[in-house]
């Protein structure tokens, strides 16, 4: 049954340039503009006007934007829930500006030990991790850490756990990798890896989505029961002001904003394709987080109950819950 027939998220990308050449990702390779405050102004009028409660700026590097913090205090002030992740390269320089403005801001580490960290990452950013977690917590800012969990990182986990997490007292979000188009991570879980991966994930200041994982053992989206609802529940902003669909990794069209980004989602072009979200052909098997996690939020089904624990675990240890309340 679906609960809610509105959008939830915008995965607003600031820009796809990156600062970093993480092997598991392609974004950085692509040529990109970078998106404009008179545009973010008019987007998230029309965000708020669609029902959009959370937007994700996100990219690339969303912090190689000068002006993030003016986007991020833009939506914060508007009502939404902001979120961003970073590789902290650039967060030391930017966190006074972003102080405040960003309820679920994420930093990316992947390994308890600066070689391996850095060398998935193609850059030297573990250090800046850690001084960024020292930076925020002096700004009273709550951090999470975004473990992105491979079979040759596992091992890792509870380092990051021990040594990191927990002393800081941050949140560790335990984000399994996912497979899109030519970019390979390498062997997939396991069933027992699946199975420890479940497990940690029910530990004291540890986010799993538990649905996640029992995606991984169905097999991922199936196109002749879809549980992908990307493009009813999630919009698209490009970098060039383009509306997405029906998500950014399959990005089958891009529809020029022009200013009217409410008009435009309802058009029949449109809606047209987003009635196709998780029955392409390339949705087989399709297990992109970023998608699936508000798929879960808008209908009942085994995934919603799933994930339902993890959600509310996460949003009281956050707060983000009153957020949504008095928006």
Same mark, same amino acid.
């Given at each position: 049954m679906r609960l809610v027939r509105h959008p939830v998220l915008c995965n607003y990308y600031v820009t796809y340039r990156c600062n970093a050449r993480c092997s598991f990702c392609d974004i950085w390779e692509k040529p990109s503009p970078y998106i404009q405050l008179e545009d973010v102004e008019r987007n998230l009028r029309d965000l708020k %006007? /669609? @029902?959009?409660? #959370? #937007? !994700?700026?996100? @990219? @690339?590097e969303p912090l190689l934007h000068r002006q993030i913090h003016e986007f991020v205090g833009l939506a914060h002030d508007m009502g939404f829930i902001t979120t961003l992740t970073t590789n902290c390269l650039l967060y030391p320089k930017y966190a006074e500006k972003l102080r &405040?403005? #960003? !309820?679920m801001l994420h930093f990316s580490l992947d390994a308890s030990e600066k070689e391996v960290h850095d060398r998935g990452r193609g850059v030297a950013c573990y250090d800046f991790v850690l001084e960024s977690i020292r930076v925020a917590r002096e700004l009273g800012e709550r951090p999470d850490i975004l473990f992105t969990v491979? %079979?040759?990182?596992l091992s890792d986990l509870e380092a990051v756990y021990r040594d990191i997490a927990q002393p800081n007292k941050l949140m560790l979000i335990l984000n399994p990798a996912f497979e899109y188009n030519s970019v390979a991570t &390498?062997?997939? /879980?396991?069933? !027992?890896? /699946? !199975?420890y991966l479940s497990a940690f994930g029910r530990r004291k200041g540890v986010y799993l989505n538990e649905a996640f994982i029992e995606l991984r053992r169905d097999g991922g989206n199936h196109v002749a029961a879809p549980v992908c609802r990307a493009a009813s529940t999630t919009l698209v902003i490009s970098p060039s002001n383009e509306l997405v669909l029906p998500c950014y990794h399959l990005g089958e069209q891009k529809f020029s904003i022009n200013g009217d980004l409410f008009t435009l989602y309802q058009s029949a072009a449109v809606q047209g394709l987003a009635a196709l979200e998780g029955r392409l052909p390339q949705c087989e098997g399709c297990t992109i987080n970023c998608y699936m996690q508000p798929s879960f939020a808008v209908e009942t089904s085994k995934y919603f109950w799933q994930a339902l624990p993890s959600t509310l675990k996460y949003s009281l240890t956050k707060g983000t819950w009153k957020r949504m309340l008095t928006r």
């Open positions: %006007r /669609l @029902g959009v409660s #959370v #937007v !994700d700026f996100t @990219g @690339g &405040g403005k #960003v !309820d491979f %079979r040759e990182n &390498g062997e997939q /879980l396991t069933a !027992d890896e /699946l !199975d």
